[in-house]
């Protein structure tokens, strides 16, 4: 089946510095990748949709100077948290899908803890 | 817009009994995709079950099927056989074709031996 691979699965860094998060499509080429916020005991919140080769599109009331997303290969994507401060700890979680019709698979998450 | 409404925030069902958790969507077109994704404590997002909205038969994945009734909107899963393994955080999400998912806000299951 579809994997999708986000490395790393936990960090925890000072306030201050950028930090960046991988999502890779290990087995299927993903045009489009979603980026996802998730606060605890509360669903996943999108934050925005990854165009390969293009600016991503992101949802109202993403930062996107805050938040950079990269899509540089039909298989990675990247989310750079820049200047992390405390409020920016979360879960976050990427996805993709093989095609237009095929449901999304997620990797395992990034647990972002700014002390 | 879409909406996607789970409007039981938390369930319980005893071991292999059977349990179903309830889902209704708001939409004004004909052609969409629905899922239930289970997150278990880990974290990790899982794919349950998929029903596209065209097809009349309800999907069925081992002890996991849906209850598809598209005139009422709603997208319903039956656990049978429910196992301590099921107990997570249930989601209902709904996709337009080549669109973003929408979920609802989930349905925690607990499995009680």
């Known amino acids: 089946g579809a994997v999708v691979s986000q490395h790393p699965s936990w960090v925890i860094c000072k306030s201050g510095t950028s930090v960046k998060i991988e999502c890779r499509s290990l087995?299927?080429?993903?045009?489009?990748m979603f980026w996802y916020r998730q606060f605890p005991k509360q669903s996943l919140m999108l934050m925005a949709t990854?165009?390969?080769?293009?600016?991503?599109?992101?949802e109202q009331g993403v930062e996107k100077d805050k938040f950079l997303i990269n899509h540089a290969s039909l298989t990675l994507s990247t989310l750079t948290v820049t200047s992390a401060h405390p409020e920016d700890s979360s879960f976050y979680i990427c996805?993709?899908?093989?095609?237009?019709?095929?449901?999304?698979?997620f990797g395992d998450g990034t647990r972002l803890s700014i002390l | 817009a879409q909406t996607v409404t789970q409007s039981q925030p938390e369930m319980s069902v005893q071991e292999a009994e059977t349990v179903t958790l309830s889902c209704t969507y708001d939409?004004?077109?004909?052609?969409?995709?629905l899922f239930w994704y289970k997150q278990p404590p880990s974290r990790q997002m899982i794919l349950v079950i998929r029903?596209?909205?065209?097809?009349?038969q309800n999907a069925t994945e081992n002890r996991f099927s849906v209850n598809f009734q598209k005139a009422a909107k709603s997208f319903s899963l039956k656990i049978s056989d429910s196992q301590l393994g099921d107990a997570a955080m249930y989601f209902c999400a709904y996709r337009r074709r080549s669109e973003k998912l929408v979920f609802g806000k989930g349905t925690k299951l607990t499995v009680n031996p």
């Open positions: 990854s165009n390969e080769g293009s600016k991503a599109t992101y």
């Open positions: 029903q596209e909205a065209y097809k009349q």
């Open positions: 939409t004004s077109e004909s052609d969409y995709y």
């Open positions: 087995d299927f080429q993903a045009t489009t």
């Open positions: 996805s993709a899908r093989p095609g237009a019709d095929q449901p999304q698979h």
